[in-house]
Nanobody, 128 residues
Framework: QVQLVESGGGSVQPGGSLRLSCAAS????????MAWFRQAPEKEREGVAA????????YYDDSVKGRFTIPQDNTNNMLYLQMNSLKHEDTAMYYC?????????????????????WGQGTQVTVSS
């Protein structure tokens, strides 16, 4: 059973930085897409960044390109979301998600419905 536990959320001023962590357990292969999604009040859940663990290929939503990165630590089964130059519109609940990938498939799907496993979420608030 895959379990994902996020941490690292909090409140920060615009322009500040935060690093979210996702501790993964129960992963049975080296080929997963691991992703960060976020959901603001009264808005749909949206993808922020994803990484294919097989080769480290990363994907970013246009709204966070150049500001966020999604490093991973395969040795310790950790996923991170480094968020810099935070804006008010980054305020949301952030979720870690994972989906196993078949051999030969390495393009991470963008939709939340494509992911099997989810963490409980961690709140990020950007406010002055």
């Amino acid at each position: 059973q895959v379990q994902l536990v996020e941490s690292g959320g909090g409140s920060v001023q615009p322009g500040g930085s935060l690093r979210l962590s996702c501790a993964a357990s129960g992963l049975t292969s080296s080929r997963y897409c691991m992703a960060w999604f976020r959901q603001a009040p009264e808005k749909e859940r949206e993808g922020v960044a994803a990484i294919y663990t097989g080769d480290g290929t990363t994907y970013y939503d246009d709204s966070v390109k150049g500001r966020f990165t999604i490093p991973q630590d395969n040795t310790n089964n950790m996923l991170y979301l480094q968020m810099n130059s935070l804006k008010h519109e980054d305020t949301a609940m952030y979720y870690c998600a994972a989906v196993p990938m078949e051999y030969g498939l390495n393009i991470c799907p963008p939709a939340p419905s494509d992911y099997n496993y989810w963490g409980q979420g961690t709140q990020v608030t950007v406010s002055s």
